[in-house]
């Protein structure tokens, strides 16, 4: 082999060990973020889904009620308080 056959392959297992290596921190990255949102998602109190003319409300999975959007989420929340 000569220099520059040496040269060319050290240079190889370098850029490619430095994509495993962004590939690891990349995918512990998202792993951690998508623990964040669960952990985010499950101390939430009140979770809201709005659809185009309606909001359904959860608390911890379970579902609170459905209302349409005409301003009557106040009672919602207050009735399901009591």
Do not use: C, H, P, W
């Amino acid at each position: 082999m000569t220099i520059k056959e040496t040269a060319l392959n050290i240079a190889i297992i370098v850029i490619l060990l430095t994509g495993l290596v962004v590939s690891f921190m990349y995918s512990f990255e998202q792993r951690r973020k998508v623990k964040e949102l669960q952990r985010i998602k499950d101390t939430a109190e009140y979770e809201f889904i709005i659809t185009d003319d309606s909001i359904t409300v959860y608390d911890y999975g379970r579902t609170v009620g459905t209302i349409k959007l005409d301003g009557s989420l106040d009672s919602l929340m207050i009735e399901d308080n009591q």
